[in-house]
């Protein structure tokens, strides 16, 4: 699957991103249970579009600018009327010895809004 394909709300996603940016972490509270975490979001992607991909505690460490990872059971949510990329408790991401040549910056899916989704 490539980046470009991505829809809201799809399940099991298997993708080959490279990194191309990532943010500072901000502290959030979770309302279920008012635990403390933190999260950043990355700019991901390959030649045919980026999406951000939303990291959270340990994975913002983990996942470095400029490399290429692989997605396991992925899945996309609609977060500010935009389209997000996530991995989840059930998903994987792990570093790739494939590479992404380049990331398509000017098809960034994130930047289009959803209308009432």
């Known amino acids: 699957m490539k980046v470009n394909e991505l829809k809201p709300y799809q ?19 979770l309302r ?3 635990s403390l975490h933190k999260v950043a979001e990355a700019l991901a992607g390959d030649e045919t ?6 990291l959270w505690d340990d994975l913002i460490e983990r996942v470095q600018e400029g490399k290429t990872y692989r997605l396991e059971n992925a899945y996309t949510t609609v977060f500010k009327h935009s389209i997000r990329l996530n991995v989840g408790k059930y998903g ?13 910056e000017e098809n ?3 930047e289009r ?4 989704e």
Do not use: H
């Open 11 to 29: 399940k099991k996603i298997r993708l080959l991103v490279k990194i191309s940016s990532k943010g500072d972490p901000k502290e959030v509270m």
């Open 32 to 34: 279920q249970d008012n």
């Open 49 to 54: 579009a980026s999406i951000l991909l939303t």
């Open 92 to 104: 994987r991401i792990e570093e790739s010895s494939e590479t992404v040549a380049a990331v398509n």
């Open 108 to 110: 960034n899916l994130s």
């Open 113 to 116: 809004e959803l209308s009432n």
